[in-house]
């Protein structure tokens, strides 16, 4: 199981003085699948952008996931 993902948000504030802000964030995500339980890992770059700079950062998760409920 892999996944791509790709996410994004623009912020602009009501104020006239600020500035616009874009973020967008490509990723990939993984899990296995272990009885009823499932362990997931990902990792996505979110970049922004506004007010003539752009920064990168780094964003990881890691999820272990347990079943809601066992049907008999």
Known sequence: MLHLLLEGVIE??????RTTV????P???????????QTVI?????ISTGGGSTSVGVFAY??????FFTRP
Request: no cysteine; glycine share 16%; charged share 20%.
């Open 12 to 17: 602009w504030p009501e104020l006239e003085d």
């Open 22 to 25: 874009g973020t967008i964030s």
């Open 27 to 37: 990723g990939l995500r993984t899990g296995w699948n272990s009885g009823d339980t």
């Open 42 to 46: 990902g990792v996505a770059l979110p």
């Open 62 to 67: 890691f999820s272990y996931e347990l079943p």
